[in-house]
Each structure stands twice: as C-alpha cells, then as structure tokens.
C-alpha cells in the first residue's frame, strides 16, 4: 500500500512530459467516452419525442375531458350542449360528451333513451354512438332508444334527416321513419 503511494507520487512530481502525455490520453479518453455517451442520450431523446409526437397526434381527441350525465330511475334530465343543442334523457339513461366539441363533429356517447334537438352546424357532424351504432344528425330532430341491456336500437326522426350506420349497413331516414337495429343479428 505504501509502495502504492510512492509510486503515485513519483508519477505526478516526476517526468513532466510523461504526466502530460498520460493526461492528453486520459483528457482523449474522457472526451470520446462523454460523445457516446451524449450521444446515446440525444439518440434516446429523439425517438422518445418522435414517439410522443406520434401518439399525441393519434390520440389528440381521445384525451378530451368528458361530461357524464346519469339520469335516476323514474326522473327525466334536460341538458343544453356546449354546440345549444338541446336533449331530454330518460330515466335510466347515461350519456357522455365533450366539455368542448372537437373541430370537426360533436360526438355523444349514449346508453339509454334521448331525444335530441340538434342545433345546426355543417361544419361540424353530430353524431350519438349507441351500442354498435353511430347515428348521424343532418340538423334534426330525432329519438334514438338503446339501453345496453336492450337486444335492439331504435331510431324515430321527427324533422329533417339522420343517417343511421354500423360497420356494414348505412340508413338514411326522412322525418317520420323509424329503424330498429337487433343488436344480436348485427342488421336493421
């Protein structure tokens, strides 16, 4: 241990040009351990934010806070929409919507029974999801029926025309039609 020290010693305070050679190569090596080592990290960081873009892209209207409404047995709820549509849920019916609607449509989220009054906005689709259904108001006035536990869907249109879809059938309805979906068969 003592020689140890001595030796040490003897490096540092002996030949001045070998202590300069070794410390250029230690200075060498500390530089090119530090450049892989940075640029790992810079490696790192970018595809992290490249992947955090791309998922924040993706699920840029996924994250949207969401207003949910749960209507009691035996009692009836009015809502007036962020867009001024108005809707009249039943009892037991539960629906879900954006605190602010997305640029491109006003998405609803029902399970239950509503009557909707859409107030007009070609710019932005309005559209209730029931089950597997999607249900596209054209600026109407309409009734959709679809409580999970029911086998079946039904859409009644009162005024101007709605445009009724699952993964293969589309219907469009003029104002008095009415389309009941089975659920179990997946066909109107």
């Given at each position: 241990?003592?020689?140890?020290?001595?030796?040490?010693?003897?490096?540092?305070?002996?030949?001045?040009?070998?202590?300069?050679?070794?410390?250029?190569?230690?200075?060498?090596?500390?530089?090119?351990?530090?450049l892989k080592i940075a640029s790992?990290?810079?490696?790192?960081?970018?595809?992290?934010?490249?992947?955090?873009?791309?998922?924040?892209?993706?699920?840029?209207?996924?994250?949207?806070?969401?207003?949910?409404?749960?209507?009691?047995?035996?009692?009836?709820?009015?809502?007036?929409?962020?867009?001024?549509?108005?809707?009249?849920?039943?009892?037991?019916?539960?629906?879900?919507?954006?605190?602010?609607?997305?640029?491109?449509?006003?998405?609803?989220?029902?399970?239950g029974e509503a009557?909707?009054?859409?107030?007009?906005?070609?710019?932005?689709?309005?559209?209730?999801?029931?089950?597997?259904?999607?249900?596209?108001?054209?600026?109407?006035?309409?009734?959709?029926?679809?409580?999970?536990?029911?086998?079946?869907?039904?859409?009644?249109?009162?005024?101007?025309?709605?445009?009724?879809?699952?993964?293969?059938?589309?219907?469009?309805?003029?104002?008095?039609?009415?389309?009941?979906?089975?659920?179990?068969?997946?066909?109107?």
């Amino acid at each position: 241990h003592r020689e140890r020290k001595l030796f040490n010693a003897m490096i540092l305070i002996g030949n001045p040009k070998w202590t300069a050679i070794n410390t250029t190569k230690r200075n060498r090596y500390f530089i090119r351990e530090f450049l892989k080592i940075a640029s790992v990290i810079i490696i790192a960081v970018s595809i992290t934010a490249t992947i955090f873009s791309i998922t924040n892209e993706h699920h840029k209207h996924v994250d949207i806070a969401m207003q949910t409404i749960i209507v009691p047995a035996g009692q009836r709820v009015n809502i007036e929409l962020p867009d001024g549509s108005n809707v009249w849920l039943n009892a037991g019916t539960q629906m879900q919507y954006p605190v602010s609607f997305m640029e491109d449509k006003r998405e609803i989220i029902l399970d239950g029974e509503a009557y909707f009054e859409v107030a007009k906005n070609k710019d932005k689709r309005f559209i209730v999801c029931c089950n597997d259904l999607e249900i596209e108001a054209l600026g109407t006035t309409f009734d959709v029926k679809g409580y999970c536990d029911d086998h079946s869907v039904t859409t009644l249109l009162a005024e101007g025309s709605v445009k009724v879809s699952n993964k293969t059938d589309v219907t469009l309805l003029k104002p008095g039609e009415k389309v009941e979906y089975h659920k179990n068969k997946q066909t109107f």
